[in-house]
């Protein structure tokens, strides 16, 4: 939602790996969440531009705790919790030349403000990695509103750019599909017989907490594990199919489980980098004997759904 009110000041992770020389982590920790992104795209990586790895590159870490992340960092801003708002705006204020008239914002002294500022001020090229921690804190999309407006600004002297630290493997898959199908990234309800959107209404996790649901069709996801409580509580109501070829919690809650094959394994097919590059798989096993691939599930689902 930030990113359609705001814009997507975006690059791939190849450009990251070869030019960047300021990196920040905002609300995420890869040494642990995404453990080949340091290494491979962002920081200890040697790029075209980036010889020496680490040695050319500027860390900055914006976090609550000291996660092993931040303890690589150059420059740590231990941020309160629920205060990215705050200290997002304190530091757009910097950057437009005010002064600030507090000795901390959000937790976080004013001189490391101003460090952290001169640092991205003077890069050649930064980029930020924002996570769950800023968009699961207070002000949700509205603190990546934020943030988008501190890569706009930073543009005025710099090359920034913006990306989220994607979670499980392809999630970003369904956006970019049902995006340059629908025109919309999640949340699609097509009960009028065209794609609508409005989230906070339309949204799986809305209608499940909201008990509109009297039926539910999991597709390789595991909401059981990840959605709140209250969402979970009512999926153990109504009568839920999973199409996954892994024991979850999801599955555990299901009424029929239609194991299918394992994409990128046993199957080809594409998938989604986290920077929206699409990457071809290539089979490397044959699937046990009588497994489908998902698409072949739902082409038979479909099928006997119209002959019905």
Not at 58 to 69: A, F, G
Not at 85 to 97: N, W
Not at 251 to 265: D, F, K, M, Q, R
Request: charged content about 25%.
């Amino acid at each position: 939602m930030a990113l359609q009110d705001a814009g997507y000041p975006v690059c791939t992770c190849g450009e990251i790996k070869n030019r960047a020389d300021v990196v920040i982590f905002w609300g995420c920790n890869p040494m642990h969440a995404h453990p080949r992104h340091m290494g491979r795209y962002s920081v200890f990586t040697r790029g075209y531009f980036r010889e020496r790895g680490r040695k050319d590159r500027t860390m900055v870490v914006v976090d609550p705790r000291k996660t092993d992340t931040a303890k690589l960092a150059d420059i740590h801003l231990q941020v309160e919790p629920h205060k990215d708002y705050e200290l997002i705006c304190a530091m757009r204020a910097v950057l437009k030349g005010f002064e600030l008239e507090c000795d901390y914002v959000a937790g976080v002294p004013k001189e490391t403000i101003y460090e952290a500022i001169d640092v991205c001020k003077n890069a050649q090229f930064g980029e930020l990695f924002f996570g769950m921690g800023v968009t699961m804190s207070k002000g949700k999309h509205r603190n990546i509103d934020n943030a988008i407006q501190l890569v706009i600004d930073l543009n005025a002297y710099t090359k920034f750019g913006l990306m989220p630290m994607r979670g499980h493997y392809n999630v970003n898959g369904f956006n970019q599909v049902a995006t340059w199908i629908t025109g919309y990234p999640f949340g699609i309800d097509y009960s009028k017989g065209y794609p609508r959107y409005n989230p906070g209404e339309t949204c799986a996790n809305d209608l499940l907490q909201r008990g509109e649901t009297d039926m539910m069709l999991n597709i390789a996801s595991d909401p059981g594990a990840h959605f709140p409580q209250k969402a979970v509580q009512h999926m153990a109501k109504i009568s839920l199919v999973c199409i996954e070829p892994h024991k979850t919690p999801t599955t555990e809650l299901s009424n029929i489980i239609i194991p299918t094959a394992l994409a990128g394994v046993e199957l080809g097919g594409t998938a989604y980098r986290m920077d929206g590059v699409p990457i071809e798989l290539k089979k490397v096993v044959d699937p046990p004997e009588g497994l489908l691939s998902d698409s072949e599930v739902l082409k038979l689902i479909y099928k006997y759904a119209k002959e019905m």
